[in-house]
């Protein structure tokens, strides 16, 4: 069994390389071995290779994550550290003011006890007068009376004080006025500096489309949730408004009035779709919990505080959420992406073409579950969750 039948793939002997395998590719044994030993040598060549080459990744990856840990320790002891000279500031200006109001406080108090231990002081030379000329009134012997009744000088009342100046409260009202407008101030400086730190702590925006891809997901649309007259179809990934209603039988679940339909699954992490739409139509996340009956807001997409939506019709986008509608100008196109991250609570809606464009973004807390949404406005108009482009 000297020879190697390369046909074959299998050790033969020198009278099989004439007979049986008489016209086959074959070599010795010997010649076989040296030629996979040297591909074997190849390949082991390689493959060291990529070990040199992953363990290299892996030191990589060590020292990322002792710069996340260190650059993620810095953060926190700097932001600590200027949050309590924030919060030592609003301490010092809440002891001035304090301060200045028991100052004037006492000020005001002290002139106006001045002002009524005068007054009181008055009354009582006023009341010692008024009493001494009783008693002169009530004199019967004409001589004694006229003999007592002083002269006219004498008789001559005393200059009356100055009118009283009450100070208005005004000045007090001002001041609760003016704190009260900082506070409003600094919710709002705060407010839009938590959406720029929270966007800053989201995981980054994927720049390729292999970004996106990397957690899209297909979306199903529940027939449970389905209003009368829409129709599902492509799979339940396709959702068409027609003109009569449907023989769909009467659930919990399922939207009365409002010609909606919610995704059969939750959505957490983070997660990014597209959607294909004609006519008018709404792309929307809510939670699960939405109401499904009546004609009220609280069952709309983007009217109430349990949905986000973009209304995308001929015209243009419009973003509402607790019925607070805002117009969004933006390149027309029949396709819309939607990215969430839940966990950072950021919400993002992109009109896709030939680019990706950001419509509108919205940065909020998720208290629950959200679940993918469709309004369809008008009949004929329709939405398909498609395969990310």
């Avoid at 050790?11 to 074959?26: F, N, R």
């Avoid at 101030?185 to 989201?202: E, F, M, N, V």
């Avoid at 990397?214 to 199903?220: L, N």
Wanted: proline share 3%; aromatic share 8%.
């Amino acid at each position: 069994m000297k020879m190697f039948c390369r046909t074959d793939q299998k050790s033969i002997c020198y009278l099989c390389s004439v007979e049986e395998h008489k016209g086959h590719d074959t070599v010795s044994a010997s010649a076989e071995r040296t030629e996979r030993q040297s591909k074997l040598q190849e390949r082991r060549g390689i493959i060291q290779q990529r070990v040199q080459d992953r363990e290299k990744d892996v030191k990589l990856l060590q020292q990322e994550v002792e710069d996340i840990n260190h650059s993620a320790e810095k953060t926190l002891e700097d932001s600590e550290k200027i949050f309590t000279e924030l919060i030592g500031l609003f301490q010092k200006r809440s002891s001035d003011v304090k301060q200045q109001i028991r100052s004037q406080q006492e000020a005001e108090v002290s002139r106006v006890k001045e002002l009524q231990q005068k007054l009181e002081q008055e009354i009582r030379e006023l009341k010692r007068k008024d009493a001494e000329l009783e008693q002169l009134s009530d004199i019967e012997d004409h001589k004694q009376f006229l003999h007592s009744y002083p002269s006219l000088s004498d008789l001559r009342e005393s200059t009356p004080s100055a009118g009283i100046d009450i100070r208005p409260l005004r000045r007090w009202e001002d001041v609760t006025a003016a704190v009260s407008e900082l506070r409003v101030k600094l919710q709002d400086i705060l407010r839009d500096t938590w959406t720029k730190i929270s966007l800053t702590l989201a995981e980054a925006e994927p720049e390729s489309r292999a970004g996106f891809l990397g957690y899209s997901c297909q979306i199903a649309l529940d027939p449970n949730t389905a209003h009368s007259r829409l129709i599902l179809s492509e799979g339940n990934r396709k959702v068409t408004l027609m003109d009569q209603p449907q023989s769909y039988s009467s659930l919990p679940d399922r939207f009365t009035d409002w010609p909606q339909v919610l995704s059969r699954e939750s959505l957490t992490g983070r997660r990014y779709w597209e959607v294909e739409w004609r006519g008018w139509v709404r792309v929307a996340v809510a939670y699960k919990n939405i109401n499904r009956t009546g004609r009220g807001d609280e069952c709309g997409f983007g009217h109430n505080e349990k949905s986000w939506a973009l209304n995308c019709f001929q015209g243009g986008y419009e973003f509402g959420h607790n019925n607070i509608w805002t117009s969004i100008s933006g390149p027309g196109s029949s396709r819309v992406g939607v990215d969430l991250d839940h966990r950072a609570g950021v919400l993002s809606f992109y009109s896709i073409s030939e680019t990706r464009t950001l419509l509108h973004r919205v940065q909020t807390t998720f208290t629950q579950p959200l679940h993918a949404g469709v309004w369809v406005c008008i009949t004929g108009s329709s939405a398909e969750f498609c395969k990310p482009k």
